[in-house]
């Protein structure tokens, strides 16, 4: 059955007159009674008995016109929730992010897009880049945050798009009581060959070698592990030296260790990566620019 058509015969009906229905649709009524005969010849049945004054409805015309009420009500409510997704008074994103990215800059971002439209669903899932860039491919997560170090190359996915979001110093922890601890300008990698050292994911282990590798030196890798808070208590116990990004240094700073720049060491870029057609998406699109806000600005290619 033809919805548009019902919708037609609901308007008659309401009005009692075919006249009326055009006057309110802005038809014509040899088009308005077209649509009626249409409907009636679908059915097979009157729908409503044509008097000189209007047109009364048959029993037909009254079980139809109920149905015809429950077709209207039900395009109401599907356009007052597409108004408030496109509004964002209602709607979910969810934000797949690395963790120290996730402590320093995502309570900024969330408590802005909130503050913004408190009836969004906003909704955390932790994951390092490359997990993070899956989760967004396969549609559970809209939104990725990813970084690459200096001398790496982003991870592509097809029909993802990727905009810069900031640069991320990467810097030289060290136990408060070590020798380089203190001191003016950039720390030498080759100073610390002897040290045991401590890597982070599978990314930071590959720019800590790297850098070591530059600098003459095989690191010794003595622990491994991706949380920046037993990173830093390791250092602080004497145990290893590192190096960490000044975001883990943001979320979280153990009082026993020092910080220093690293001579001729780049930052790590941080991206935010979503599918080419998210920008036709209000709450994905208010999420990107939330997290632009948080890092400080930055352009999108949403």
Do not use: K
Not at 76 to 93: H, P
């Amino acid at each position: 059955m033809d919805s548009h058509r019902l919708l037609v015969f609901r308007q008659i009906a309401r009005t009692g007159l075919i006249a009326g229905a055009a006057r309110e649709l802005g038809w014509t009524q040899p088009a308005v009674s077209q649509h009626l005969r249409l409907l009636e010849r679908q059915t097979g049945l009157a729908l409503v008995l044509r008097r000189p004054r209007g047109v009364l409805l048959t029993e037909a015309g009254r079980a139809l016109l109920r149905h015809a009420d429950g077709v209207a009500a039900g395009l109401r409510a599907a356009a007052d929730e597409m108004d408030a997704l496109a509004r964002l008074r209602a709607g979910a994103v969810r934000i797949a992010v690395f963790p120290s990215a996730g402590a320093a800059l995502l309570p900024a971002a969330m408590g802005l897009l909130l503050g913004r439209h408190p009836g969004l669903d906003v909704r955390l899932r932790e994951a390092e880049p490359p997990q993070a860039l899956d989760l967004v491919a396969a549609g559970e997560a809209d939104v990725a945050v990813t970084f690459v170090h200096a001398g790496q190359l982003p991870d592509e996915q097809p029909g993802l798009v990727r905009a810069p979001l900031g640069d991320d110093p990467v810097r030289l922890v060290l136990p408060r009581a070590h020798p380089h601890a203190a001191g003016a300008g950039p720390v030498d990698l080759r100073l610390l060959a002897a040290e045991r050292w401590i890597a982070g994911c599978d990314r930071c282990a590959e720019n800590l070698r790297r850098a070591c590798a530059e600098a003459g030196f095989t690191p010794d890798v003595r622990h491994g592990t991706d949380d920046y808070v037993i990173s830093q208590r390791l250092i602080a116990a004497g145990l290893a030296v590192g190096l960490l990004p000044q975001l883990a240094l943001d979320a979280v700073r153990d009082p026993g260790v020092a910080v220093r720049d690293v001579l001729g060491l780049g930052p790590r870029t941080l991206h935010l990566v979503h599918h080419r057609e998210a920008g036709r998406v209000p709450a994905v699109r208010a999420a990107v620019h939330a997290l632009q806000s948080a890092a400080g600005g930055g352009s999108t290619a949403v």
